[in-house]
């Protein structure tokens, strides 16, 4: 299994829910969160004062999928947050080593 996280617009994120979902993706969580760096320059940014720096607005994605569903997904997120400026965001895919699920004690692909 695959853990896709996806750091990507605001404005962004219901259009990639709504592709994964359309492929049959049912589960997945967003998080606000604040992007810093060179990307953090473009004309989005606002200063924050807590942090002292230039921040983006973001939401971070993210899914668990089968092994061979992971090209896919990421495909799905990437056509739905692209806007083709500068910030759009990157996504990162990692291995998922063992999933239980809290209701049903289901492990594995057996808990998607």
């Not at 592709?19 to 200063?47: P, S």
């Not at 942090?51 to 056509?79: S, W, Y």
Request: aromatic share 2%; hydrophobic share 45%; charged share 25%.
């Amino acid at each position: 299994m695959k853990e896709i996280k996806a750091y990507i617009r605001c404005d962004r994120a219901l259009k990639a829910l709504d592709a994964l979902c359309e492929a049959g993706m049912k589960h997945a969580t967003l998080t606000h969160v604040l992007a810093v760096g060179a990307e953090a320059e473009c004309d989005q940014a606002k200063m924050n004062i807590e942090f002292g720096c230039q921040v983006n607005r973001m939401v971070k994605l993210e899914v668990i999928c089968l092994d061979k569903d992971e090209p896919k997904t990421v495909e799905l997120i990437r056509n739905a947050a692209c806007t083709m400026q500068p910030g759009d965001g990157i996504i990162t895919v990692a291995n998922v080593n063992r999933l239980v699920k809290v209701r049903t004690a289901a492990v594995s692909t057996d808990a998607l």
